[in-house]
């Protein structure tokens, strides 16, 4: 571990990483502040810059980079304008824009800065324990077990969906496995359901999926509705101080909602968004009678809390990327696309072969969490300039690099004629509810699960594999459980009202 | 029927399609060595095509009840047309035209012309300022692809 430990420090301080994880930090914070931008949507749009790197580990930094960034940068636009960029930070405007409207947006952005910092950082000394330790125990898998993982990652997606929403995630990570088996497989050799366009010989590409079904829908939306663009309210940043008593009183949430935060953030499909609602959940739930009154209305520790929880959760969906190769998000199965197509295959195996990958990126959260404090915050005025560029530049802007990066990633015209029919697909999907990241977990693991499962039915001369192998065994039934629990919770609900 | 019904039923027929082509087009093009073997091609496939097709019927029947089935999404459906849906439409074939027009008309007059009427359709009044924008980060870019990438994008049209 020592020895990983400083090639990872070698690599992540090299100038080339280290001007990665300041840019992406940059970039991320800029793009994140726009309202309508989640981090989906701005990796998706990076990712061809990141591939034609050629280098997995600047790529992964520059990535991740941009990740903690968009977080950082939904964060200001929450405090700022109460129009969240993101999901995870809708919890963070609860409390920092009634703090903003009470002219103290600086100590507001200085606590989400603060709470992000030391979410990020603590979540990183965890993931940092717990990679390693899981990559340990996922080096005894089989292929049969990895089939079996992979399907309890997809059932995990849709048990956290959400009421309603269960049969939805399950149809949408189904397509997306659909998808995946279109093309001439490395497996079988032979094309499949190409329907003879030489287009799709080689498949749907990745980056145009995660352009068509993230960054394009977003920018419709933006022009069907123009309120979620144009802010003309602003408040003023003045003083970004905080006192030593606040220091004190946001410490033990901060601690608190690290470990939860991180935890829920390895869990798959849970992600920043639920881990930020919870840790604001429980902060109020356990303050004291008359700090709980204050929730809502610009409480130092409700602002804190989801900022904290959001940043752990980012890292924590590290934790299943780098030491099993399954994704738990819909960003970080963009990151684990992003690496595939730099021939790196994720999984327990990354921290011995690829130590350089697999540590450098551990060591550039701190960096980037360290950038994010020091550089962001006293920046925070200037950037939040970029909250003024009118909706009419801003749009076609977002379109247009849409089109180029899957333009560049495939240097085919046809793509983006895919790209435009996938993403009014996306939309319309959208508009009717439908989840997307599942859509493209399950188009990025399609791939290794049939691998996994032909590698088994193939050494197990059947589905023998299933009851060989006690370990696959339980991991199904876990998934079974998984899939089913959504519908127990509801049939109990039912049964109590 | 509900917005999201109607979208599975069109994933059913997606699925239907699929599950023909991998129950009854696919292993008759198998050689005979690789019949033998206990997973074909068509295996998976025909296993995603029945699991789509029992989920998507789930959501047509509205088996999985939700109160709040469609009010979660930022966009009302039902109130589509209240929303700027021509713009959104015209930005949509504009993004086809860009496609079709990249390689023939070069990225130069391709790209200016989408930045310039996509911004021009969205409200925006300062032709001069559009346009200057747009010629301006053109360039930009096709200098930042070409050069610093290494990817080859045709900047004039095809007769130059």
Known sequence: MLEGLLIGLETAFSLKNLFMVVGGCIIGTFIGMLPGLGPMSIIAIMIPVAITLGDPAAALILLAGVYYGAIFGGSTSSILLNAPGVAGTVATSFDGYPMAKAGMAGKALTIAAISSFAGGTIGAILLMIFAPALSSVALLFHSAEYFALMIVGLSAIAAFAGTGQVSKAILMTLLGLMMATVGEGALYNMPRFTMGLMDLQSGFSFITLAMAIFALPEAIFLVLNPARASHSESNKIENLRITKEEAKSIAPVIGRQSVQGFFIGVLPGAGATIASFLGYAVERNIAPAHEKKDFGKGSIKGLAAPETANNAACTGSFVPLLTLGIPGSGTTAILLGALIALNVSPGPRLMTDEPQIFWAVIISMYIGNLILLILNLPLIPYIAKILTIPRTFLIPFILFFTLMGSYIGQNNATELLILVGLGVCATIMRLANYPMAPLLIGFILGQMLEDNFSRSMQLYDGINFIMERPMTMVLLFLAAFLVILPYLRLAKSKKAS | MSFDRWIALVILSISLIYSYAAFFTMDHLLPPFMQRNPVWPSTF?????????????????????????????????????????????????????????????????????????????????????????????????????????????RPLPTIF
């Open chain 2, 45 to 153: 496939p025909k296993i995603l095509g029945i699991l789509s097709i029992i989920v998507s019927s789930i959501i047509i029947l509205g088996l999985e009840k939700n109160k709040h089935n469609i009010n979660g999404t930022e966009i009302d459906y039902r109130r589509i047309f209240d929303y700027n849906l021509g713009p959104a439409i015209f930005l949509v074939i504009m993004m086809a035209l860009y496609a079709i027009t990249l390689r023939p008309l070069g990225f130069f007059i391709s790209t200016i012309t989408f930045l310039a009427v996509s911004g021009y359709v969205l409200g925006e009044r300062k032709i001069i300022i559009l346009f200057f924008v747009a010629a301006s980060a053109s360039f930009i870019i096709w200098y930042l692809v070409e050069q610093v990438l290494g990817i080859y994008l």
